[in-house]
């Protein structure tokens, strides 16, 4: 019985030296999640900084564009009066010239 009992003391001492094991091995891999979480979340910090940045300058191009456009819309809206306005004055020129002969 005592040599029974011995040999179930040497199985449980070897099973807890493994476990223990096992614990400083899973609160090492746990230190190491920890740290990479860590890294995740300081990249995803500068990530939205990035993202932030990104945005402004889009927002500016937006307005930037918008004032473009409004600006090709002036543009082509004195475009065509100059033209109408040639227009009239060659089409006067042309009467203009008809009565001179």
Known sequence: ???EIKGQRSKLLSANAFLKAQKALLAAENNFL???ALK???MNKELKTVNDVLKEKNSK???D???LASAFVKLANKITKVAK???WA???SKWAQ???K
């Open 65 to 67: 564009n918008t004032e």
């Open 85 to 87: 306005n040639s227009e």
């Open 90 to 92: 060659h089409e006067s």
């Open 98 to 100: 008809g009565k001179l």
């Open 40 to 42: 995740i979340k300081a």
């Open 61 to 63: 191009l937006s307005m």
């Open 1 to 3: 019985m005592a040599e």
């Open 34 to 36: 920890k740290s990479e």
